[in-house]
């Protein structure tokens, strides 16, 4: 598969699952999609997230994993590919430490 329809692949996965987390979550945390891990064979999808405040981590986390299904239909109908990869979610360690380092810095 080209590298370029991978890429095509993976940014609207992002833009779809952002919209539809944005649509669907509550306004108690800010779910960001950080970036969405595409296997080599196009057939999952990791939607790498961050949440804040990070005291609301797990409960966004489940909300999405608990919502995958949905998530799944709402990306089908955006995304004109078959198969639609299997979807999973996972919370972006290193946007977390990214995050921690830069508030170190601001402190130092």
């Not at 919209?19 to 999952?44: C, H, Q, Y």
Request: avoid cysteine; charged fraction near 35%.
């Amino acid at each position: 598969m080209s590298e370029y329809r991978s890429e095509k692949i993976t940014n609207h996965i992002k833009e779809l699952s952002a919209i539809f987390i944005e649509k669907e979550a509550g306004p108690t945390s800010m779910i960001t999609v950080t970036r969405i891990v595409l296997s080599s064979d196009n057939k999952r999808a990791k939607i790498m997230i961050s949440v804040l405040p990070r005291e609301k981590e797990k409960a966004a986390y489940g909300f999405i994993k608990r919502n995958l299904g949905e998530l799944r239909k709402y990306v089908a109908k955006g995304l004109k590919i078959n198969p639609i990869p299997f979807l999973d979610v996972e919370i972006d360690e290193g946007e977390k430490n990214r995050q921690k380092i830069d508030e170190l810095l601001i402190q130092g």
